[in-house]
């Protein structure tokens, strides 16, 4: 009788070695004691350090559009003077003799014009934000002055458009029936003019924009 209650005893306490060394489960390794979160691959603190890295990745991302937004006036003026520009160049030294004057026609002449005003109102624009850009005091930072900007910007952009559409037609009917140094100047002036419109109506549009987002209060 002794030698089983020995035995007994024997088996017992290896059963207690055994439960007191085997090893937990693998599910036991993937959860906290804490609040049953996830432990694995970095646990709570991973899934808290993700969601600071988004909140950061928008900051920068604001940051990052706001810097284009700031920039792109300056980028667009100076397109749109420099394509007024080459087309003032090319309309007024298009002077073949002849028929082959550009001021003989007062749709060039008009074309001419408004590609002056372009490049002047352009070039004036794109010195003053160079120039606040730079760190200096931008005289047009007040709500009227951003309501000019964005109403000017379509005026030039229209009158543009209107000259285009005046030297276009009649540019067709010479190309038709000859072509020449006077027609091909012609023709490349108002694609010059065309983009110096374009630009302008992207300057138009970023304008409208700011003047959308500005507060009054």
Sequence with gaps: MAMV???ASATADAAI???TTKQPDAADKEYSSYNGASTAGGGPHRARGGGGGGVVDSVVARWRR???LDKSPLALHAAAAAFAFVALVLLASNQH???MQFDRYQEYRYLLAIAALAFV???AQALRHARRMRGGADPASTPSWRIFDFVADQVVAYLLMSALS???PITNRMRTAVVNNFTDATAAAISMAFLAFVALALAATLSGYKLS???YM
């Design 213 to 215: 987002k500005q507060t």
């Design 17 to 19: 070695a055994d439960a």
């Design 166 to 168: 005046a030297a276009t």
């Design 66 to 68: 706001e810097d284009m």
């Design 5 to 7: 209650t020995t035995d």
């Design 121 to 123: 109102y352009s070039l």
């Design 97 to 99: 003799g002849d028929w």
